[in-house]
């Protein structure tokens, strides 16, 4: 891959929450859950490693349609909440921690977050959607750039590391089985499914609270078109080797992965990649690869066949015993 080439794919890759929203449509401070919920801090105090960020918390919502909605972007998190959403019907006592995605920009909030909350919660699980802090690596907000696309992204990865402990501290308050905790994410969130089902034994953080004595591995993963997985995104190249910060190793949960082929924003050498890891490691994991479905597609239905990879998760949930038949 040229350097400009490369240069190109980097700069719609950081752009592409931008994309999404398209033309502003609506600007508010910060966003907040549907009434009824209640984003609770994921950290007592100022949370650790904290980096400046170019200004206060806003959210976005766009015009462009994405399965007949606008969708809405968070930026500039620097405090991060965590937001339980329990289950519309029968609770089948598992969780799902939902990490969105937005290329470290930003936080597709609703499209890759609350929406992935309906449908878990439709299902009998609960899900916890994390709003983790961006900018963050390896995005850099000074020179809109990405020195080192392969960096650990260290703020993200310790929220995500701290939520997980969390539901774990409350499974018992929540009505939650502290062994099916799960995580799910996309794009630059599905990056940090990889970075926190490989990198969970690491203290990243000093202890905080009762909390961080208990175990930050989920028991199971969900990454829909993830990033940063693929050393050489070229199909054409030889170089299949995995991005050294998700050492997969055989205590790596069952992970269940989506990618379109004509995805040209991470492309699909990023699960292809990661799928080959998971299976040389003999870690259960399923790979679904679709011809047509692009980026950010998110999980609302239309009539393009990826858009309905829930039903076929839903089935991979029920065979390894997450959620009943």
């Not at 719609?12 to 009824?36: E, R, T």
């Not at 062994?179 to 990056?191: D, E, H, M, T």
Request: proline share 9%; hydrophobic share 40%; glycine share 8%.
């Amino acid at each position: 891959m040229s350097p400009g080439t490369r240069s190109w794919k980097l700069r719609a890759y950081v752009l592409c929450l931008l994309a999404l929203c398209g033309c502003m449509a609506g600007h508010a401070k910060v966003w907040q859950p549907s009434a009824g919920h209640t984003q609770i801090p994921v950290w007592p105090g100022t949370p650790p490693d904290a980096l400046p960020t170019p200004g206060p918390e806003y959210a976005l919502t766009g015009h462009k349609l994405i399965g007949g909605r606008p969708v809405t972007a968070a930026f500039n998190v620097s405090r991060p909440t965590m937001t339980v959403y329990t289950p519309s019907g029968k609770n089948t006592g598992a969780a799902v921690v939902v990490f969105p995605g937005g290329g470290f920009v930003g936080l597709a909030i609703d499209l890759e977050g609350t929406d992935a909350c309906n449908w878990l919660t439709s299902i009998g699980i609960t899900c916890v959607l994390l709003k983790y802090r961006v900018p963050s690596a390896p995005y850099d907000w000074h020179c809109k750039c990405r020195p080192n696309d392969f960096e650990l992204s260290l703020p993200s990865l310790q929220d995500a590391q701290r939520t997980i402990r969390l539901v774990r501290m409350n499974a018992a308050k929540w009505h939650i089985n502290a062994n099916k905790i799960g995580v799910l994410g996309f794009s630059a969130g599905g990056y940090l499914v990889a970075e926190v089902s490989t990198d969970f034994m690491r203290r990243l953080y000093t202890p905080v609270d009762a909390a961080d004595r208990g175990s930050a591995r989920p028991d199971f993963a969900v990454a829909i078109y993830p990033g940063h997985l693929a050393i050489n995104r070229d199909l054409a190249s030889d170089n299949d080797a995995l991005n050294p910060n998700v050492p997969i190793s055989r205590e790596t949960p069952p992970t269940f992965l989506v990618q379109a082929e004509d995805d040209y924003v991470d492309g699909v050498k990023q699960s292809l990649v990661y799928y080959m890891a998971l299976a040389k490691a003999r870690v259960p994991a399923e790979l679904h690869i679709y011809a047509r479905g692009g980026h950010a597609f998110g999980l609302r239905p239309t009539n393009s066949p990826i858009t309905h990879w829930p039903k076929v998760a839903d089935a991979w949930l029920r065979r390894i015993g997450i959620i009943g038949n």
